[in-house]
């Protein structure tokens, strides 16, 4: 019997592929109920670290024996301590996350979307640990890179296997979850950065202007990428049809809610765009497009393979979001009773406008926990 270290990557193949897994977690109770790991197939306890520092008697009671077990803390350190001791006690199995909760939350997993019409392909990044989905669009030697997410290596890496270079990295709006990875990116790789102007009005960089009626091309073969102006997240906010095919809806349109418009404090300004959007622009666009959010808030709303996607019409008749009659009950709902912000969203708005520079430790601790960019992920 030994003590094994599992990774991020490890866990995400996992929970992708819904093997039973158990987890200890050892934060602290307040933490666990704000955030923890999620799977079809997973099943979690919390027993903080400090119950369990005269022995894990107690513990073992409540672990079935036999099937393999994760010992999951902050940062390793507690985890890999308790996890020692189960297996001192008898027990096989037994493993402890590396680097924590925050190689969780930092995870990104590559899945394929599918082919684009004229040749290429369209890559989703999900960022398991935090909800947060990225896309690449590869054709001819070239690729775009939407909502970037802050770890920029693995983009710059992937668009390396691939033989492409990044060409551009757009922004569906201003993020005030997670820090955009962008502008990085595009000063790492040369490539162009767009943002909706609307949104950069505070910004302190270059940009260029995320504009209907300026079409970005990808390739040799031309994939388009049409900006689609869709305010009510932000005032900004911008949808991407790409190839005639797919939907990318930033924060404005999930699988199974939609997106909440007060993280600038602006709801009840922004709601009424926020119907218009989903109820009339969205509506007058083919109801064949493959819908590609920024966000999901559970797991079930990741399919077969780990991604998240689902046809307009579809949503259409499923999801609560769309299908409020009322005006009056549509902005009551999506003003009152909503999940609580993000953690460090202020933060993590005047890191994105370039207003302030937090360290890489800084940045990792405003983006722990999860998205919250839903109406409906309470």
Not at 154 to 175: S, W
Not at 209 to 230: A, C, F, M, N
Not at 243 to 265: C, K, M, V
Request: charged share 30%; hydrophobic share 35%; glycine share 8%.
């Amino acid at each position: 019997m030994e003590l094994k270290a599992m990774t991020a990557k490890e866990l995400t193949r996992i929970v992708l592929a819904k093997e039973e897994i158990f987890i200890l977690d050892v934060r602290n109770e307040t933490d666990f109920n704000d955030w923890k790991v999620e799977g079809d197939s997973v099943d979690v306890i919390n027993i903080p670290y400090f119950d369990l520092l005269d022995g894990v008697d107690d513990a073992l009671d409540k672990i079935p024996d036999g099937k393999k077990l994760l010992v999951v803390c902050a940062k390793e350190g507690s985890s890999k301590f308790v996890a020692e001791q189960i297996v001192e006690a008898g027990r096989s199995n037994v493993h402890y996350l590396e680097g924590g909760m925050k190689s969780w939350s930092e995870h990104l997993e590559p899945v394929k979307i599918g082919e684009l019409k004229d040749g290429g392909y369209l890559y989703q990044f999900v960022r398991i640990g935090k909800g947060c989905l990225s896309y690449m669009v590869v054709s001819g030697g070239e690729a775009a890179v939407i909502d970037t997410l802050r770890m920029t290596e693995v983009f710059e890496q992937f668009a390396k296997e691939q033989g492409a270079q990044i060409k551009h990295t757009l922004d569906t709006h201003l993020h005030a979850d997670h820090i955009s990875g962008g502008r990085k990116l595009a000063e790492q790789t040369g490539a162009t950065y767009w943002l909706p102007p609307k949104d950069a009005t505070e910004v302190t960089f270059n940009y260029e202007k995320l504009e209907e009626g300026r079409d970005i091309t990808v390739g040799s073969i031309t994939i388009r990428i049409q900006p689609i102006y869709s305010p009510g997240h932000t005032i900004g906010s911008t949808s991407f049809i790409v190839d005639d095919q797919y939907l990318l809806t930033g924060d404005i349109l999930f699988i199974e809610s939609i997106g909440r418009p007060d993280l600038a404090g602006l709801a009840e300004d922004w709601v009424s765009d926020l119907r218009d959007t989903l109820y009339k622009r969205y509506t007058g666009l083919s109801q064949d497009l493959i819908v590609l959010p920024a966000h999901f808030g559970k797991v079930t709303e990741l399919s077969e393979g780990g991604r998240v996607m689902g046809k307009l019409s579809d949503l259409y008749q499923k999801n609560p979001g769309l299908n409020i009659r009322e005006e009056d009950e549509f902005r009551r709902i999506v003003t009152e009773n909503l999940p609580p912000q993000p953690n460090a969203y202020q933060e993590i708005r005047q890191t994105n406008m370039g207003r302030i520079t937090p360290n890489e430790d800084e940045q990792r601790e405003m983006e722990i926990g999860p998205n919250r960019c839903a109406v409906h992920d309470h």
